[in-house]
């Protein structure tokens, strides 16, 4: 199976940014389309990005789109959420995933692995 672990989640004021880090390791892991979703306290998990490790397209939440960039290091089998320009609404737990079979990318079902969430907490 695949293990993801996330980090760089913590508290930061409005307007600042961050950058997550999700360790990947396991088997075949360039087969795979990594994610992020977040989910906010009593709300449903949200797709945020995607990316692939062969290629690096690309894929965003319309509503990130321009403050949030994904991005992977293939070396490190790490894949990196850059977020900017924090607000108080990004506050959320932020997961990373990964699917292995051809679905779309943004349903949060269609993973196979799931990471155990890194809190983040933009303070205004």
């Known amino acids: 199976q695949v293990q993801l672990v996330e980090s760089g989640g913590g508290l930061v004021q409005s307007g600042d940014s961050l950058r997550l880090s999700c360790a990947a390791s396991?088997?075949?892991?360039?087969?795979?389309?990594m994610g992020w979703f977040r989910q906010a306290a009593g709300g449903e998990r949200e797709f945020v990005a995607a990316?692939?490790?062969?290629?690096?397209?690309?894929k965003y939440a319309d509503s990130l789109k321009g403050r949030f960039t994904i991005s992977r290091d293939n070396a490190k089998s790490t894949v990196y959420l850059q977020m900017s320009s924090l607000k108080p609404e990004d506050t959320a737990v932020y997961y990373c995933?990964?699917?292995?079979?051809?679905?779309?990318?943004?349903?949060?079902?269609?993973?196979?692995?799931w990471g155990q969430g890194t809190q983040v907490t933009v303070s205004s």
């Open positions: 990316t692939n490790w062969s290629i690096g397209w690309t």
């Open positions: 396991g088997r075949s892991l360039s087969a795979y389309t």
């Open positions: 995933a990964a699917l292995l079979r051809s679905r779309v990318v943004s349903t949060a079902r269609n993973y196979d692995y």
